[in-house]
């Protein structure tokens, strides 16, 4: 089956621009993930969405990161006036239901320059 | 500091080499889990360790989650280059919220 995809797969944006990262869940996943991830390093945990609840926000690393989902469906993570710092990749993952084992996408590369 | 410490961070060594990476916390996990990531991909689950002194063998990876439930290896026998990859250990604290915390990770190299 469709595992979680993953778009644009690769990002180069300027400095101040807002960037849209999408990811398409798998099916019937009620659990949604947003991670962070620098160059050589480990996973930085961002948001966390299930079924309906209101999403975890905690790990958002300053009002300029949001993110969306409809349902149990696609989510959007946006990054407003993008800094160099923000330069990463952004891993979606989805799992069947709270801290169950996550199936992870590719990622989105983000460049700001 | 992280919640969860991985050990070593790096890790090069020679085809057919045994090998142990540690994932170590002052706290305690309901369950922990391995993943390993290969470049230009998402991490891939490996293991799900949920018993205190659980022992999972996957063919030549086996993962140990220590008695109080505070650790885990993960030991290779006869690495691959095959092996090489960024092995992650995640958890979900037994009073932490709704999402894992990973390890930093051990980036591992396997030369033929």
């Known amino acids: 089956g469709a595992g979680v995809s993953q778009s644009p797969s690769n990002k180069v944006t300027e400095k101040g621009k807002d960037v849209e990262l999408r990811c398409d869940p798998i099916s019937g996943h009620t659990a949604l993930y947003w991670y962070r991830q620098r160059l050589g390093q480990g996973l930085e945990f961002l948001i966390y969405f299930q079924g309906n609840s209101a999403p975890d926000k905690s790990g958002l690393p300053s009002d300029r990161f949001s993110a969306e989902r409809t349902g149990e469906s696609v989510s959007t993570l946006t990054i407003q006036r993008t800094q160099q710092e923000d330069s990463a990749v952004y891993l979606c993952a989805s799992s069947p239901y709270y801290a169950d084992e996550q199936y992870f996408g590719p990622g989105t590369r983000l460049t700001v320059t | 500091t992280q919640l969860l410490e991985q050990s070593p961070q790096f890790l090069s060594i020679q085809e057919g080499e045994n090998l142990t990476v540690y994932c170590n916390s002052s706290?305690?996990?309901?369950?922990l889990q391995w993943y390993r990531q290969e470049p230009g991909e998402g991490p891939v689950l490996l293991v799900t360790?949920?018993?205190?002194?659980e022992v999972k063998k996957l063919k030549r990876l086996t993962f140990q989650f220590g008695d109080a439930r505070k650790d885990s290896s993960l030991h290779i026998t006869a690495a691959q280059p095959g092996d090489t990859g960024l092995y992650l250990c995640a958890g979900n604290p037994n009073n932490a919220g709704n999402m894992l915390t990973f390890g930093g990770g051990t980036r591992l190299m396997v030369k033929p």
């Open positions: 706290s305690v996990f309901s369950s």
């Open positions: 360790v949920v018993t205190g002194g």
